[in-house]
Structures are given as C-alpha cells and as structure tokens.
C-alpha cells in the first residue's frame, strides 16, 4: 500500500541469505535455568515464565507450508469461473504451453486489447471505423532499430498516442539511460528492442478474449508467463486503448492505470531503482523464456461471517521480529498490503510494501490490467509469480541488488508455489475512527476473505498465513488491534498464523502474551468479538493507544471472577 509500514526488510543484503528467524530465541524454554551464572540478573521464575509464554507459540518450521499440507489439483480445466489462456489439452497432455484460440470480444466485460480488429484511433481519440491502432503501433515498432535511443522510443510511443504529444513526460526514461556508462545503455538498448519485440507478438500469444475480473464476482485466470511477459511488453509500450484517461467517468476509471507513461516522467532516485527492477524482469524473460503458469482469483465474500456466533478458538500464532514475509514466510499465504486499485503507485512513485513486491515478482503486475478496484468483501488472490530480483531498503532507500534465482518449487499446474493474497485496509483520518464496530467488522471480513482457502481444500490441510502490520503507518491504523484482528481471521479460515513484527520487539512480545492469554483462558472468537464491542463504545477520550489489551484481559477476567 502506497505509504504504509513495510514487510521488507531494511538492512541491504537481507535477501542474499535467509534472515535469522526467531526461532533460535524461542527454543531458550530447553536451557530454562541453565546459565544462572551468566544471566545472574535474571531470575529463574521470569526466565521460565517468559519460555512458558513462548514455549505456547508454535516455532516457525512447524507451520503449514505448501505442498507440504496441499491436496492433488487434479488436470488443468477451465469452467465458467475459470478462464485459461492456454490449451489445456496440450498441457495435461504434454505440458505444452499452447496459447488458446479464441475470438476478440470488444465489450465492457474484456480487456480491450491493442490487436483488436475493432481497436481504432485517429488524431488521439479511439474511434472504431477510423485508422487501425495495431497497424501503427506494429508499423511503430518494427521501424525501431536494434539499439534504440530513448528518444526513438519516445517517438514511436507517441506515434499512436498523439493525443498525449503535449502531456506525457519521458525525462525519468532519459535519466535513467543517461545514468549509466555507454556499455550499459547499449546492454538496455538491446533490451528496448527485444520488449518491442516480444509486444508485437500479441495476436499470436493472447488471441483468447481475457475478462475483467470485477467487483462482486469470483473468477480466475490462468495464463502462462511468457503470456503474461507480452502483456507488460505492450504495457511498457503504451499500447493499450482506453487506459490512459484520468477522467472519473472513463471506461477504465475503476481500474488501475496499466500503460507505463506514469513511470516514464518525473525523475526521482526511487524511479532509478524501479527501471533497474524492470528492466532486469524483461532481459530475463527475453534471453530465456519463462516456462510456468500463474493464476489471478479473484474473490468474493458473499456474506459475512457471523463474528458474535464464532465457537472456535484461536489458532497458533508465531510472532518473529526478524524476517519478512516473502523470505521466511515462502510457502505459506503471503498477505499483500494491497490499495484497492492493486500494485498501488507502482507505475508511478509509489515504493512501499506493495509496490516492492509487485517489483520483485513482476508478473504481479499484469493483475493491473484486468483486475476491478477491490470492493469491501473483495481479495485477489495470486499463485505462481516468480520473483526475479534481489532489493534492500524501503521507500526511498529501496535499492535493487541484483539478479534473485527463484527456486521455488512448482505445483501440478507449473505455478511457483508462491500464493499472495492482495487485501486493502482502511484509511482513517483520526486515529479513533477505527475502534468503531462498523469498521472492525469491515476489517475482520476483509482479511477473512483473504485467509479462507480453497472450497475444495480440508481446512485441516491449509498453509499458515504470513502477516504484518496491515494497515499501519500512514494509513493510522492500530497495530495492536490489526494484530487482533487478523488472529481472528485465521483463526475462522481454520490457518494459523505467523507475523513479522518488522523489527519492533515490544510488539512482539504483545502479542505472545495476548494470544497466550486467550488460549489459556479458552476465549472464543464469540466472546473476543463481544469484548471488542464493549471496547469500541467506550467514549474516544476515555480510550488510550496502549489499553486495548489491557481492556480484554481485564474484561474477561472480570466475566471468569462473576461466574
């Protein structure tokens, strides 16, 4: 999300070996008086009750992972929920990646794509009838040398984009070029020429209509990721129609932006490090072809979960201070700490959270052309992206490192075993805001959306969620209750939990001792729903930011005490 609290970590190098888990930390409960003479300070009773509090998390290496706790998928087939942009028959039979035939459906319902016999523009306005939009972005294109200046790309961008001559800016493409040695523009020359390339081969890879994934609905795709490459190739070229009005009433208003002109303008450090990631991404993909499929789910929560009904239990929790979300919590549900429009600022400035993963794992970012701005009981869910790039930092100081080798495991389906579940919270203008009933419950059904699995999966069998501070840092919201919050969720989708504390050892330790405070006073969801409740009536200037907890244990002790 575009300016929240970051999942990533912050020292450079942190991804070119596996960050030190926590793990080491909680596995003390075995040498529990043991170094009385080095810990004299110390005393016996808190160093056990501090291992009996850790002692009731799980450790980190017993939480589900896939495939370790997935079922068999069974064949590839498409279904009236399920679009795939492959031929399945090729690929049950020979795991060939076969694009599959189709015909171009120009409606509100697909994507409407450059190489449709109905794409047409003249002077800047897409009017069909008139001249050929794919005829000039082909005839575009090809006229580009093998080695393209900035300036040539420039020019055959605006070529079928006229309408935005006096608008768009190309100084952050310039800067960028400009920024290296004259090797090294040669080495990204050669890469302009190959994504031009790789655009224009779209007819041949995506001639299947590809639907939008909107509001309310549940739907997936499923698509290959050379597929997806050529996406973002004609992404990059600007190519797609009808996706560059900021008019609140366009087509497309509802949508993220997809073209990449935003990141084309308006030079900033943050911008050099975004073209690194990039253009990393498409000379990977253009010297070797990418051989897997990646599916996009979106979901929807038809009706909410009866909170003030819930007979379960909290599930495990492992809280770590070290790590982040897509190192230690590889196989497991990754949360994305989405926008409602996803990828955030991506394409533009934005280098947060979000914007860093959709970088690293930059298939995410062809979600931003079919995928509707995510409604209250809406999640996208993502499986198999893979992730190329190597960064440390976070917002302005995100850097990319180098190339990453992804050597994630792949499922039936070809996909990397890597699942993200993109989930936007609110924004509040005052901190208060969010300790209303309304908001909680909107919060609790959105990750909950989020967390349930697959309807065909025993719940027995799911992974673990990874999480952090969802919804935190400039969006205001409370980490103690996001915290609470999505413990709740997990626990209804039957998964447990692990949550990165992004460094903050106090929380940490918060939220061992609430979760162990509930479990060992066996608190149903129910009743913790109930206690929320009581605590979001208390008048604002009665609540502190540091009693939530304190509320809750009080409140529950005190129902024990009267029974």
Not at 344 to 361: H, M, P, Y
Not at 411 to 416: G, K, P, Q, S
Request: proline share 4%.
């Amino acid at each position: 999300m575009g300016d929240q609290k970051s999942s990533t970590h912050k020292h450079r190098n942190a991804e070119k070996s596996p960050t030190k888990s926590s793990d080491e930390d909680l596995m003390s409960f075995n040498n529990c008086g043991r170094h009385a003479d080095t810990h004299q300070k110390r005393s016996t009773s808190s160093e056990c009750s501090r291992a009996a509090r850790e002692l009731s998390m799980s450790f980190l290496t017993e939480m589900k992972k896939t495939p370790g706790c997935s079922t068999s998928l069974g064949k590839l087939e498409f279904g009236r929920n399920h679009t795939v942009l492959v031929n399945v028959d090729a690929y049950n039979s020979k795991k060939a990646l076969i694009p599959q035939t189709g015909r171009d459906l120009w409606s509100s319902d697909y994507v409407r794509m450059p190489c449709s016999d109905s794409s047409h523009y003249t002077k800047g306005t897409f009017i069909p009838g008139e001249e050929s939009r794919w005829k000039a972005i082909k005839k575009s294109l090809e006229k580009l040398p093998q080695k393209p200046s900035v300036q040539d790309v420039e020019k055959a961008i605006l070529k079928y984009n006229p309408k935005y001559k006096n608008d768009w800016n190309f100084d952050a493409l310039h800067s960028f070029f400009e920024h290296f040695p004259k090797q090294y523009r040669e080495t990204h020359s050669r890469t302009l020429y190959k994504i031009a390339e790789l655009a224009l081969q779209l007819p041949k890879l995506c001639p299947k209509a590809i639907p939008l994934l909107k509001q309310g609905r549940d739907h997936a795709i499923t698509l290959s990721q050379m597929q997806i490459a050529c996406l973002l190739a004609n992404a990059f070229y600007c190519t797609f129609p009808f996706r560059n009005s900021t008019n609140p009433r366009a087509e497309y208003a509802n949508y993220p932006d997809i073209n990449f002109h935003r990141l084309f303008g308006q030079w900033s450090e943050r911008k050099l490090e975004k073209f690194k990631t990039i253009f990393h991404y498409f000379k990977t993909v253009t010297d070797k072809e990418p051989h897997g499929l990646v599916t996009f789910e979106r979901r929807h929560l038809t009706k909410p979960y009866s909170w003030d009904c819930a007979n379960e239990k909290l599930t495990d929790l492992h809280v770590t201070a070290e790590g982040n979300i897509e190192t230690e919590g590889k196989e497991m549900l990754q949360v994305d700490f989405a926008c409602k429009l996803v990828g955030g600022g991506v394409l533009g400035s934005g280098l947060v959270q979000e914007e860093i993963r959709f970088l690293i794992n930059t298939e995410l970012i062809v979600s931003r052309l079919f995928t509707e701005k995510l409604g209250d009981q809406d999640c996208l869910r993502i499986i198999g992206t893979q992730r190329y790039s190597i960064y440390s930092g976070y917002s302005d100081s995100y850097k990319w490192d180098g190339p990453f080798e992804d050597l994630t495991p792949r499922d039936e389906w070809h996909r990397r075993i890597t699942e993200i579940v993109a989930i936007d919270a609110l924004e509040f203008k005052h901190y208060n805001e969010q300790f209303n009933i309304g908001k909680v419950n909107r919060e609790l059904n959105k990750a909950f959306c989020g967390f349930q699995g697959d309807r065909r999966t025993d719940p027995s069998l799911q992974s673990a969620v990874a999480t952090g501070n969802w919804g935190c840092g400039a969006f205001k919201g409370d980490a103690k209750l996001k915290a609470l919050i999505q413990m709740m969720a997990a626990s209804a989708a039957r998964r447990n939990l692990v949550y990165f504390t992004f460094g903050d050892q106090d929380l940490r330790g918060k939220l061992e001792n609430i979760h162990s405070f509930l479990r060992e006073q066996n608190v149903t969801m129910a009743r913790l729903y109930s206690v929320l409740e009581m605590y979001c009536r208390k008048p604002g200037h009665s609540r502190e930011p540091n009693d939530l907890y304190t509320f809750i244990s009080n409140s529950i002790l005190d129902t024990k005490s009267k029974h």
